[in-house]
Nanobody, 124 residues
Framework: QVQLVESGGGLVQTGDSLRLSCAASEIAVNMYNMGWFRQAPGEEREIVAAISATGGRTYYEDSVKGRFTISRNSVQNTVFLQMNSLKPEDTAVYYC?????????????????WGQGTQVTVSS
C-alpha cells in the first residue's frame, strides 16, 4: 500500500523557515513526479512546487518563487520543501502527492497518491 507521510509543519513567525518532509513507501520518488500542495481554510487546494521524476525539472507557484525549494533524496525516498521567508499567507495544510512521470508536472490533475497533510501556521 502506497503511503506518503508528511512532517515538519508547525507554528512559526513571519520571516522564519521550515522544512517539510514527505517520506514515501511502496513507490520510488525518483520514478514519479512529486508535488507539494497547500490548502487554506475556505480555499481550493493549490500546487506549490513540483519536481520531475528525473529531478531535472521543477515548478514553483509564482508566490513562492525565490522563497521555497523542492528537492528529494532518492536514498531516503523522501521529498523536501524548504520554505524560507514565510508569510502569514503561507498558512495552510501542506500535502505531498505523486503522479506518473508521463503526466504534466504543474497541474493538480493526475496526482494519484496523497499524504495526510501537515499544518503550517505563520503568525504576523
Amino acid at each position: 500500500q502506497v503511503q506518503l507521510v508528511e512532517s515538519g509543519g508547525g507554528l512559526v513567525q513571519t520571516g522564519d523557515s521550515l522544512r517539510l518532509s514527505c517520506a514515501a513507501s511502496e513507490i520510488a520518488v525518483n520514478m514519479y513526479n512529486m508535488g507539494w500542495f497547500r490548502q487554506a481554510p475556505g480555499e481550493e487546494r493549490e500546487i506549490v512546487a513540483a519536481i520531475s521524476a528525473t529531478g531535472g525539472r521543477t515548478y514553483y507557484e509564482d508566490s513562492v518563487k525565490g522563497r521555497f525549494t523542492i528537492s528529494r533524496n532518492s536514498v531516503q525516498n523522501t521529498v523536501f520543501l524548504q520554505m524560507n521567508s514565510l508569510k502569514p499567507e503561507d498558512t495552510a495544510v501542506y500535502y505531498c502527492a505523486a503522479k506518473p512521470d508521463y503526466l504534466a508536472l504543474n497541474t493538480i490533475s493526475g496526482y494519484r497518491y496523497w499524504g495526510q497533510g501537515t499544518q503550517v501556521t505563520v503568525s504576523s
